[in-house]
């Protein structure tokens, strides 16, 4: 069965630190992989989509960037983070048709 | 632009009640509609979907309900128990699209009391 591991489970950074969440897919291969970002109130925004290694495509413009070195793992990193970056971020994959995406199990990021 | 709005924000229901959270979506080319059910601290998993060739589905507790031409949907939960207390989101996916992910509306913090 396919499974998702999303890493760490919590992270507090200062500001201007860099990050790098990681996520890994096992039991299926070129998987459709995303990430979302989760703030109270405002749902599930998705921040990059990615169909294949080096294949990166962006929703929102911002201080984050993605990056997919093997096909079943998925790296979201910024170089300096921002208060604004704080929120609950989540990794998920799907099969090519793109239904039935499954998620990870979050990271709470608190920007300090 | 919100291409899924759904409501209410939050709701409190007695256990044993019918709870029932509505989406909207604007995209007619939409074609697949699935809600989400989270847990605090956890990723949302999926707990039912349905796509415009039918009009409901059923799976146990949970029907969701479709309405193509007023471009709606709902999810209702039968006899709501405590353990239904969660964090709803409803989506929506153009399947025949590029490779860009579900829509999600911005979710209905459901209370089930005892």
């Known amino acids: 069965s396919q499974t998702i591991h999303q890493w760490p489970a919590t992270l507090v950074q200062p500001v201007g630190s860099p990050l790098s969440l990681e996520c890994t897919v096992e039991?299926?291969?070129?998987?459709?992989l995303y990430w979302y970002r989760q703030a109270a109130g405002r749902g599930l925004q998705l921040l990059f989509y990615?169909?294949?290694?080096?294949?990166i495509s962006s929703e929102v413009p911002q201080n984050l960037s993605a990056s997919r070195p093997q096909d079943r793992q998925f790296i979201l990193s910024s170089k300096k983070l921002l208060l604004s970056d704080s929120g609950f971020y989540l990794c998920?994959?799907?099969?090519?048709?793109?239904?039935?995406?499954?998620f990870g199990s979050g990271t709470r990021l608190t920007v300090v | 632009q919100q291409q899924v709005k759904q409501s209410p924000q939050s709701l409190i229901v007695q256990k044993g009640g019918i709870s029932i959270i509505n989406c909207a979506y604007e995209?007619?080319?939409?074609?697949?509609f699935p809600w989400y059910q989270q847990f605090p601290g956890k990723g949302p998993a999926l707990l039912i979907a349905?796509?415009?060739?039918?009009s409901e589905k059923k799976e146990g507790r949970f029907t969701i309900s479709f309405n193509k031409s007023a471009k709606q949907f709902s999810l209702h939960i039968m006899d709501s128990q405590p353990g239904d207390s969660a964090t709803y989101f409803c989506?929506?996916?153009?399947?025949?699209?590029?490779?860009?992910?579900?829509?999600f509306g911005k979710g209905t913090h459901l209370i089930i009391q005892p």
């Open positions: 349905i796509r415009p060739d039918v």
């Open positions: 995209n007619t080319a939409f074609d697949y």
């Open positions: 990615s169909v294949g290694i080096g294949q």
């Open positions: 989506a929506a996916l153009y399947s025949g699209g590029g490779a860009d992910g579900l829509t």
């Open positions: 998920a994959w799907s099969g090519p048709y793109r239904d039935r995406c499954t």
């Open positions: 039991g299926t291969s070129n998987p459709n």
